[in-house]
């Protein structure tokens, strides 16, 4: 029986650590929040849609679409060449 209360006061002083400290958010950790918080949505699928966070202004990325689509069906082709590669 004085097990017991050993135990309680083993939990209570570990519970009560004064060296548990909660984290704090750095700058960035507090924009990237507010910036969820004020943009998330859901789709009626459940799924999150969140806008993309951009420290630039997205003009700065250039139009390098196509040069993206020509390389993506590049890879593809050369895929479908090796269909055990494709199914991983």
Known sequence: MKQAPNSIKRFW???????????????EEKL?????TSTYNRDET?????????SRDP?????SKQMALRRLNSLWR???????????
């Open 59 to 63: 003009s700065c990325l250039g139009d």
């Open 32 to 36: 990237c929040e507010e910036h969820f």
């Open 13 to 27: 002083e570990i519970e009560n650590c004064p060296d548990f400290e909660i984290p704090t958010m750095s700058r």
């Open 46 to 54: 459940g799924r999150f849609i969140v806008k993309m966070p951009l």
């Open 78 to 88: 050369r895929l479908v060449q090796d269909p055990k590669i494709l199914e991983l």
